[in-house]
């Protein structure tokens, strides 16, 4: 049973003799091109995978700092809501007249 895809491999025909040894050296040649355009592509896709894995590590070391940075601030922002709540139940603060 033979699918119909939009697949490009076509097999090769079959001669009963075997290929000739001119038509092996030319697929050998070809696979051997083939595999060595292979080797480039996949030494540019690990180089290009280290990259996106060193900017990964980078950015979070970023986030993680703007993290405790917010931690810091928000405890810093909290205690100083806190004083002025009790300084204005205190009715404590500078009295000023404007007339």
Do not use: C, W
Not at 5 to 31: C, F, I, R, T
Request: glycine letters at 10%; charged letters at 30%; zero cysteines.
């Amino acid at each position: 049973m033979r699918r119909t895809n939009n697949y490009p491999y076509q097999p090769l025909n079959q001669q009963p003799s075997g290929p000739s040894p001119a038509g092996h050296d030319a697929l050998e040649a070809e696979n051997e091109r083939a595999a060595e355009e292979l080797k480039q592509k996949i030494g540019a896709l690990k180089s290009l995978t280290i990259d996106i894995g060193n900017e990964v590590r980078y950015q979070d070391k970023l986030l993680r700092g703007i993290d405790d940075d917010m931690d810091r601030t928000s405890g810093f922002l909290g205690n100083t809501m806190t004083r002025v709540v009790r300084l204005a139940k205190q009715g404590g603060g500078a009295q000023t007249d404007f007339k």
